[in-house]
């Protein structure tokens, strides 16, 4: 039975993400390659993996250094197992995934659930209202924040 994943910010080939965040890596290549390890570890060749923004950084060559490799998304993908998904992230615009996917909605087990890149997106809205919102970008700031609006309660993942 194939499986259903989420993850977010990968950050592959961005440098500076590991000072960013305190990643804990010496280098880009090797965060990149236990990424990639620890990603195959659980999912299978079978599985699908919903990739919520920021996958990868993409940098020109000669560019800003630290702020990516002059890589192509594609490379990553190849590396990895499954069926990726993308949803657009802040950092997707120039990275060469090139999803048009801003926003998913799924129903699993009868529950609606959002899934978008920044939590401020994960608006409640009378006529747009999800229990359970995935998001990414915050990184490593929260796992797991409650809003309501107009006596609705949802939590943001």
Not at 21 to 43: A, H, Q, S, W
Not at 134 to 141: I, P
Request: with cysteine.
């Amino acid at each position: 039975m194939a499986n259903l994943y989420f993850s977010s910010d990968e950050h592959f080939g961005h440098a500076k993400i590991i000072e960013y965040t305190n990643r804990p890596f010496k280098n880009v290549d090797e965060m990149n390659k236990e990424l990639i390890r620890r990603f195959n570890e659980r999912v299978k060749e079978d599985d699908t993996c919903i990739i919520v923004g920021d996958f990868c950084f993409k940098n020109s060559p000669g560019g800003k250094e630290g702020e990516g490799l002059p890589v192509h998304a594609k490379n990553y993908i190849k590396q990895l197992n499954g069926f990726l998904v993308f949803v657009r992230g802040n950092h997707d615009r120039n990275n060469s995934v090139q999803t048009k996917i801003e926003r998913l909605v799924l129903k699993i087990g009868g529950m609606y659930i959002s899934v978008c890149h920044k939590p401020e997106d994960a608006v409640i809205e009378d006529k747009e209202y999800y229990p359970l919102n995935l998001v990414g970008h915050v990184h490593n700031n929260w796992t797991t924040k409650e809003i309501t609006k107009n006596g609705k309660y949802s939590l943001l993942l």
